[in-house]
């Protein structure tokens, strides 16, 4: 009875059973929308992405594939809730079942408001959005650049609004302000309009990134990543305008100045005509009373120094009268002075000596002071003299002949106590004086290693040796 129930129950074999279980999977379930937070996100160089999605109750492996990935409709990034477009399928080699995903989409308001926050802080962390960084704007630009989508409401209002104040030429670059690559156009725009001037195109002295109302998925490509990292390396100061008052993305943290309203962002791209003119009537108006305030007060200084200034006429006519009485009391005074000098002269005459009777005076002084010097030099000769001659008795030849035999007596003692003390007295007694190969002398046979190079030095000469143990070996 137990050989006849075993037939009953069916048998297959691993691969039959997997393609059941895929089959089955695939046929009961077929597309479906799974909602979870991304988790396990793995992006490989072929192009094929792998993740999980995870709830509260369970966790599913999904895979994204290359194709799949330009239509996705969004980035995956770790920690997202999202809602996965795909079907079931299983893996058989594994016996493993995943979701292959070909779309994605935000799981409602509060995935996008999370997302939009772990990444504003993460650019927060950075400086991204630091103060230091916001540029003023120009006072009055040549070129207004405008990013924005060409058939939209949003450039109308921008025109219109800046040919009402003050007109100036715009440099438009269209672009996709929603939906699909839309982020990846923008980031292009923004960075392009930072690379000008190109052969004709004008480089434009201030940017503006503007975009009507919206949802806050319409809004989300202002939220991006490249979007916000593009206007932060922007070099052209930036005016964001997307959306209402009320809406915030993370462009407008990173942009110079935010403005409520595409409207509101070209009136403060450029000022009012009317408002430079009354303000330029204003400050000329200020400038000439000031000027005029300023002559008169000048002249009001140069009266009051004149009043206080001398009456030059008369000064003059009293130099005039003092020149004169110089000039007659000097015409007086010079023939004064000549006839003082010339008594001076008389006076000092009288007082000099008769020169003959001074010359006279002086060479009997010299003679007498040459007769005394001649009698002092006789007298130092004749000392000198009878030095010498006491001196030359002790001279003799016989005296000086026995002082160099007692002197060569000393020196042929001198020289044997020399020569016995020499080496080389020792070496021509049989004896050899060791030499290292540095030239140092070697005095103890432990100090030597086997194959040492050493001079040995006798008395005729000197020879080459190497050691061989405690034995030096000559060379023959």
């Not at 137990?2 to 379930?29: C, H, M, Q």
């Not at 140069?302 to 001398?310: E, F, K, Q, V």
């Amino acid at each position: 009875m137990d050989d006849v129930a075993k037939t009953n129950v069916p048998e297959y074999s691993v691969g039959e059973l997997s393609g059941a279980i895929k089959r089955t999977l695939e046929g009961a379930f077929g597309r479906i929308r799974v909602r979870g937070e991304i988790t396990e996100l793995k992006q490989y160089a072929s192009g094929h992405t792998y993740l999980s999605l995870k709830d509260d109750g369970g966790k599913i492996r999904a895979v994204i594939w290359k194709f799949a990935a330009a239509r996705l409709g969004l980035k995956p990034e770790n920690g997202v809730e999202v809602i996965a477009t795909g079907k079931i399928s299983a893996y058989g080699d594994r016996s493993e079942y995943q979701l292959v995903i070909d779309r994605l989409e935000y799981a409602g308001a509060g995935a996008l408001l999370a997302r939009i926050e772990m990444l504003k802080q993460r650019l927060a962390a950075e400086g991204v959005f630091d103060a230091d960084r916001k540029r003023d704007l120009p006072r009055l630009p040549a070129v207004v650049g405008v990013i924005t989508s060409a058939g939209g409401a949003v450039l109308h209002d921008i025109m219109t609004t800046i040919a009402r104040r003050f007109p100036r030429p715009i440099l438009l670059w269209p672009v996709p302000v929603q939906g699909e690559g839309a982020a990846e156009k923008i980031a292009a725009a923004i960075a392009g309009m930072d690379r000008l001037p190109a052969p004709g195109i004008p480089r434009p002295d201030v940017l503006i990134v503007a975009r009507g109302g919206g949802s806050l998925e319409d809004l989300m490509a202002f939220n991006e990543e490249i979007v916000v990292r593009a206007a932060a390396a922007c070099r052209l100061p930036l005016i964001s305008a997307v959306g209402h008052e009320t809406d915030t993305t993370l462009i407008d943290y990173v942009s110079d100045r935010r403005a409520p309203t595409p409207t509101a962002a070209a009136e403060m791209a450029v000022p009012a005509r009317t408002e430079l003119m009354a303000d330029l009537a204003q400050k000329a108006a200020r400038l000439i009373g000031a000027l005029d305030r300023a002559t008169q007060g000048g002249r009001g200084r140069l009266a009051a120094a004149g009043a206080r200034l001398p009456d030059l006429p008369g000064m003059l006519g009293n130099a005039r009268m003092r020149l004169d009485d110089r000039g007659q009391r000097l015409g007086l005074a010079l023939p004064n002075l000549l006839s003082a000098r010339a008594n001076a002269l008389v006076r000092a005459e009288r007082h000099i000596p008769d020169p003959h009777a001074l010359i006279a005076a002086r060479r009997g002084t010299l003679q007498v002071s040459g007769v005394r010097l001649l009698a002092a030099l006789q007298r130092g000769v004749q000392r000198h003299r009878d030095a010498a001659a006491a001196v030359l008795p002790r001279l003799s030849v016989a005296g000086i002949e026995a002082r160099l035999r007692a002197q060569a007596s000393r020196l042929e003692v001198l020289s044997a106590r020399l020569e016995g003390a020499s080496y080389e007295r020792v070496l021509a007694r049989g004896f050899a004086l060791v030499r290292d190969a540095g030239g140092q002398p070697v005095t103890r046979a432990a100090t030597l290693k086997p194959g040492a190079r050493l001079r040995l030095r006798f008395a005729d000469g000197e020879v080459g040796a190497v050691t061989e143990g405690r034995q030096a070996k000559l060379p023959l």
